[in-house]
Each structure stands twice: as C-alpha cells, then as structure tokens.
C-alpha cells in the first residue's frame, strides 16, 4: 500500500512542477513588470502623452499665426490697429466694443 501511494506521488511531482511553472510564468505574462496589464497602464499613458501633444500644437499654430501677422511682407493694419487698441484700452469715439467672454479671447 505505501509503494503505491509513493509510486503516485512520484508520478505526480513532474505535472506538478511543470503546472507550478507554467503558473509563474502566466502570472507575470498578465500582471508582471511587461505583462498585460502594465501595457494598459503604457497605453493609458501614451493617450493622455498624445492628448497633450494635441494640446501643444493647437497653442503653437495659434501662436504661429500670430507671428505670422505680425511679420513685415504680411503685416495686417487693421490687426495691428487692434491689437494696439486692445492692449493700451483705447476706443474711438465712434466705436462700438463688444467684449468677448472669458474663454472667447480673440488673440
């Protein structure tokens, strides 16, 4: 009766450490440093990194746009007139302003 019971148990330790081996490994293929879930994690990342690329070139093509209009071969009048009365508060007497709201700014 003990040599069967040790003749099972000795049939048992390979698939018994080849499961535990298998194991380790499927547990650090899904939670480990490269596993899935620390890819969601990079990709969540890489989002937010691209939403904030967006972000920053929308602000530098506004800005872009406004050096444009500023340089000699492309230099608006009336923009420059605007601007000038914008920043030193200035209207004329014949003038209407229309204020644009806090997240309406023109420049």
């Known amino acids: 009766m003990l040599k069967s019971i040790k003749r099972r148990l000795q049939g048992a330790v390979l698939p018994a450490v080849f499961l535990a081996i298998c194991a380790?490994?499927?547990?650090?293929?899904?939670?480990?440093?490269?596993?899935?879930?620390?890819?969601?994690?990079?990709?969540?990342q890489i989002e937010d990194a691209r939403?904030?690329?967006?972000?920053?070139?929308?602000?530098?093509?506004?800005?872009?746009r406004r050096v444009a209009?500023?340089?000699?071969?492309?230099?608006?009048r009336d923009m420059l007139d605007e601007r000038a009365r914008a920043l030193l508060n200035v209207v004329g007497k014949d003038e209407i302003v229309i204020p644009y709201g806090p997240n309406e700014r023109l420049f």
């Open 24 to 44: 380790y490994f499927a547990h650090h293929a899904i939670s480990g440093s490269r596993g899935t879930e620390a890819r969601a994690v990079r990709m969540a």
């Open 51 to 64: 939403a904030e690329l967006r972000l920053a070139e929308a602000e530098r093509d506004a800005m872009d």
């Open 69 to 76: 209009g500023l340089r000699a071969e492309h230099l608006d």
